[in-house]
């Protein structure tokens, strides 16, 4: 029963974070497709998926909304012949350009038809990108 629950759980993750579809989970997991069909439908993983996509985007834009709002105040500071703060210089220095990097991830995560290799790395791409931002935001005190 443990491994049922298991399988399950990985097959989900698969599914709703990896964006892999069902033959390829019931391919990678040993598992008949049909049983991914139904764990799909019972567990309800497209809404899931959706409701991690959606969360995951409004993460990204609320983290490019603070950049540029703190880089609008650094410029502003400038232009009025103060000297912008250094936390605030030093987090855009160091969120900048892990943004990029989650751009980069968003962008390569689009397509719809990816190989499983491709969606495996974009997977772990997305997640080392979040990891560097977390450990940047304790850093600051922020997280």
């Known amino acids: 029963m443990a491994k049922k629950a298991e399988l399950y759980s990985e097959a989900e993750r698969l599914y709703v974070q990896e964006h892999l579809g069902q033959t390829d989970i019931a391919e990678r997991l040993g598992v008949a497709e049909r049983t991914i069909r139904y764990w799909a439908t019972e567990g309800n993983w497209a809404e899931r998926r959706g409701n991690y996509v959606e969360a995951t985007s409004k993460t990204s834009e609320k983290l490019y909304k603070l950049v540029q709002t703190l880089t609008d105040k650094a410029i502003e500071s400038v232009e009025n012949g103060e000297v912008p703060s250094q936390s605030q210089l030093f987090f855009i220095s160091k969120m900048a350009p892990l943004l990029l990097k989650l751009q980069n991830y968003e962008e390569s995560s689009a397509p719809a038809k990816q190989d499983e290799a491709d969606k495996a790395k974009t ?16 850093q600051l005190g922020l997280g």
Do not use: S
Not at 123 to 138: C, F, G, I, N, S
């Open 123 to 138: 997977a772990t791409r997305y997640e080392d990108v979040m990891q560097e931002m977390q450990k940047t935001l304790m």
